[in-house]
């Protein structure tokens, strides 16, 4: 297996220490170019490897699986094929990317045939999503919320620290990075109003949010353990959970959340495996009171991946306005699917299951405009001296995740979209 804290390990393709695509980490994706059918890819750098190109030329023979997987508009079919194929594959693309290998590196007419500048292409959603869940396992944006919303005194409510809490959403409105949007209509209640009114929303906030995806189905009546969860998971992706709060406000009692969630969640185009993010596990929160044993785990589960938030007006830079960690998840994902099948609920390649919003424990780590701005009470003020309390129409939010030890920097691209007026 790759080691990805080995610094000694390079690409015979140039890769700047700040990039988030080392050999190391070799995230999978689906891209196209003008004229041609997507197909399965993996970043190197600032390079794209057409996976279906490597299997034309022989690449992937020794390995005797049906490499048409890489002819596809997504990763299901390949996923399909199981850990020990995507292991397989993976080490063998990082032979052919390995500075002391010659195979692919003095090959130049193959050279040209596989490799692609990523700014040349197409990235496109890199899964066919069947199902999306959205859990709400940070106790720290929890907390928040509770405090504004609730008696600060006891903000948690009394389920939260023995489940974790989630609801399904829409899987049809989640886009991948780049796809811009127009901000929602719907109901919403001002407080000095005797009845709704009807119109686009006012409140337009970012979720910072880390998903999985789940790589191995199971059978209707079947449940996951917490210590075969990750047999179960492909990797990750970076996402945003657009939340419209005055929408969500007037329609979530009794049921959730539904317009106000339902427009549109956007995902990072690279999915990184868990197998390189491993050497980033770290300790979590203590879990008080004690988890029933169906949610009990052994080892290190948390990630230690730092995820910052940029608001981007047109015409501007981006502008950084939080900091937070995947570190500080109360609620981990081998729980969360754990909780998710308990009850005998079957999950699917392509299933898509949202951390919900990451916010650290101190100001500048909390991940919505909600809580950096506690409600709209505190507005920030950005380079071009204009404030916001919520998201404007014209601006970016653009969402970057990365994990850093001994100089090897494993990230996942850039999340990002771009609000349109309402239509």
């Not at 900091?323 to 079957?346: F, P, R």
């Not at 991940?367 to 998201?391: A, H, N, Q, V």
């Amino acid at each position: 297996m790759i080691k990805p804290i080995d610094p000694r390990l390079k690409s015979w393709i140039p890769v700047d220490k700040n990039c988030d695509f080392p050999i190391q980490n070799l995230p999978y994706g689906i891209f196209k170019t003008a004229g041609n059918k997507p197909c399965v890819c993996v970043a190197i750098g600032d390079q794209v490897l057409n996976l279906a190109a490597v299997a034309k030329l022989g690449y992937f023979n020794q390995l005797k699986f049906d490499t048409k997987v890489f002819s596809k508009d997504s990763l299901n079919d390949f996923i399909s094929l199981g850990q020990p194929v995507w292991r397989a594959v993976r080490n063998r693309i990082f032979n052919l990317l390995n500075a002391d290998r010659e195979e692919l590196r003095d090959n130049v007419e193959a050279r040209k045939k596989v490799l692609l500048p990523m700014n040349e292409v197409e990235l496109l959603l890199p899964v066919k999503i069947g199902d999306y869940t959205d859990f709400y396992s940070s106790i720290d944006h929890a907390t928040n919320m509770g405090k504004m919303f609730r008696d600060p005194a006891n903000a948690l409510l009394p389920n939260w620290k023995h489940i974790p809490v989630g609801y399904h959403g829409r899987a049809s409105s989640i886009i991948v990075s780049g796809t811009n949007f127009h901000r929602p209509k719907g109901q919403t209640k001002p407080a000095d109003a005797e009845n709704p009114v009807f119109g686009p929303s006012k409140l337009l906030d970012f979720e910072l949010e880390t998903a999985f995806i789940i790589g191995k189905p199971t059978r209707l009546g079947e449940t996951v353990s917490t210590d075969k969860a990750d047999d179960h998971i492909f990797g990750m992706v970076l996402l945003n959970d657009w939340s419209a709060r005055d929408i969500q406000s007037w329609e979530y009692v009794p049921l959730g959340p539904f317009l106000s969630k339902n427009f549109a969640s956007t995902i990072s185009p690279w999915v990184v495996t868990l197998d390189a993010l491993e050497p980033f596990r770290t300790e979590g929160y203590k879990q008080e009171p004690k988890v029933l044993p169906y949610l009990e785990y052994s080892g290190k589960k948390n990630i230690d991946i730092t995820l910052e938030v940029f608001i981007q007006p047109a015409g501007q830079q981006p502008h950084k306005i939080c900091t937070s960690n995947y570190k500080y998840m109360y609620w981990v994902m081998e729980q969360q699917l754990a909780h998710h099948t308990v009850n005998g609920c079957n999950i699917n390649i392509g299933d898509l299951m949202a951390s919900g919003t990451i916010s650290g424990p101190e100001e500048g780590s909390f991940g919505s405009m909600m809580e950096i701005t506690w409600r709209g009470t505190k507005p920030i003020r950005l380079p071009d001296g204009s404030e916001r309390k919520f998201i404007n129409d014209g601006d970016t939010v653009l969402i970057k995740g990365y994990s850093v030890k001994n100089g090897v920097r494993i990230g996942f691209g850039e999340c990002k979209a771009t609000v349109l007026p309402a239509t």
